[in-house]
């Protein structure tokens, strides 16, 4: 089992910055990645890192203006959001999955966090 909790969310200016944590307990050698969900809208993928860090994957969304990372010595992985825009706005997801790769789909995830809000005002 995995246990996944968000932090870092808040509410930012358009052009800002944020940087998400999850923090993971359990085990924890998985792949992971961030998803998001807009208001009364469908989960979305963000980014995704493998185990080691070296496979990293973005929506094209967020190309250029993110990046994830992870400290596996700390079991926490982190999404720096930069040059942010209010249609980022939305619950913001970490996920853990038992494959070792990066994935894209929310179906090949298997453990979640709770979520946290980022909030873009213009």
């Known amino acids: 089992q995995v246990q996944l909790v968000e932090s870092g969310g808040g509410l930012v200016q358009a052009g800002g910055s944020l940087r998400l944590s999850c923090a993971a307990s359990g085990r924890t050698y998985y792949a992971m990645g961030w998803f998001r969900q807009p208001p009364e809208k469908e989960r979305e993928f963000v980014a995704a890192i493998n185990w080691s860090g070296t496979s990293r994957d973005y929506a094209d969304s967020v190309k250029g203006r993110f990046t994830i990372s992870r400290d596996n010595a700390k079991n926490t992985m982190y999404l720096q959001m930069n040059s942010l825009k209010p249609e980022d706005t939305a619950v913001y997801y970490c996920?853990?999955?038992?494959?070792?790769?990066?994935?894209?789909?929310?179906?090949?995830?298997?453990?979640w966090g709770q979520g946290t809000q980022v909030t873009v005002s213009s």
């Open positions: 996920a853990a999955r038992r494959g070792a790769g990066v994935a894209r789909s929310v179906g090949e995830f298997d453990y």
